[in-house]
């Protein structure tokens, strides 16, 4: 982990600021990438972050790492972006739910010993983003940062105000919910053919 | 086959996720293993979740941040006189 001078970034220093920027906007583009699906947005997501983040750093005391400070920060703005797309301002949407609730799997599909080529395809990937993209949005912010971005429950749930008992049950039902996606899409391509010819 | 889901799949399930990030205690993870070995179902939702996980991150890697999307990142930060420095 790099680590940067706090003083430094608060008193303004364009190369430390630049260097931070250089560290953190690949996965904070990756992050806008899965979250909103297209390049425009993840781009946007980028821009205001680093802009946000050069305004408020001299109100930044500290208290949560950098690293956390701007996924805080990039996670608001994809959350902001996401709304205003669906065109709907519901702030109940990312409260922690009632329910533990995991649904039970459906598909019973070995396909984990395809080989590599197969499950690296272009359709694979293909049915992998659109699993991914219809992912409810409060499951869908816990993954990205946990699975994707690989940030410890801790973090996550430091990130996204969350309990870590949250982040770890909203992680279980976005996991089941793509492991069953997948499932219902490698068993379609895995099932022998039975029509018969002609 | 897929109505074969115990009592016992349910509590695996509840674990899975913590299992799978190697969070558990040794002696959880022992009864885990201990009902993978006889539930061919709970087995196959263990290795295709891990799979799953393992696939999703897999394109991490190569979604870099392009080229274009940097230089206006920092034109828009004022930080252009920065673009040559080597990451």
Known sequence: MEEFSLDALRSGDRAEFA????TYSTPIYRLGLKMLGNQQDAEDVLQNTFLNAL???KDFEGRSSISTWLYRIASNEALMSMRRKKNTVNLDDFQPEETDDVP?????VDWSALPEDELLSGESKKAM???VSKLPESLLMVFVLRDIEGLSIKETAEILNLTETNVKTRL???RMFLRERLSTYYRERLAP?????G | MADHYHENCQALLGSLSEYIDGELPPGLCAEIEKHLEGCENCRVVLNTTKRTIDLVQVPAVEEAL???VRERLFLRL???????QKK
């Open chain 1, 172 to 174: 279980l039902r976005a």
């Open chain 1, 129 to 131: 983003d659109a699993a």
């Open chain 2, 78 to 84: 004022n930080l252009d006189d920065f673009l040559e």
């Open chain 1, 104 to 108: 039970l799997p459906e598909v019973f």
């Open chain 1, 55 to 57: 305004t408020h750093l």
């Open chain 1, 193 to 197: 053919e039975e029509r018969p010819n």
């Open chain 1, 19 to 22: 260097r931070l920027v250089d």
């Open chain 2, 66 to 68: 392009p080229k274009d």
